[in-house]
């Protein structure tokens, strides 16, 4: 993962309400339906998208894709901030890109399914 702000290991909890409640919707995605990922992006005006992996033999899409996807299809123009809840050790690059084309420094946490917050991508 590049350039984790935060070190690994603090809780969710330890970040401001507004990220918290961001990894919280991420982790509810990916509980919710099962999914490799959940994921959850914060828009210019304070919505909140939430999304979870698709895996079909037709369609891939990570859980930060949908989610950004469904912010876009919302009319959201900027991504304030994002999460990913994931047993992976790191940030998938496809959902890192496509924060970025909305948002060249909006910190994307990455957490464990448990929670436990495993750094923030900040570039």
């Known amino acids: 993962m590049p350039d984790q702000t935060i070190p690994a290991g603090l809780a969710a909890a330890e970040l401001k309400p507004e990220d918290a409640k961001l990894v919280t919707l991420a982790r509810s995605a990916r509980a919710r339906v099962g999914a490799a990922e959940g994921a959850s992006v914060r828009d210019q005006d304070g919505r909140t998208y939430a999304a979870a992996t698709v895996s079909l033999p037709s369609l891939k899409v990570t859980a930060l894709q949908l989610a950004v996807a469904s912010a876009v299809a ?41 929670g436990t917050l495993r750094g923030t991508v900040t570039e």
């Open 74 to 114: 919302a009319g959201a123009s900027t991504i304030e901030a994002a999460a990913v809840a994931t047993a992976a050790e790191s940030l998938d690059g496809l959902g890192h890109i496509a924060v970025r084309d909305l948002a060249v420094a909006a910190p994307i946490h990455v957490a464990a399914p448990d």
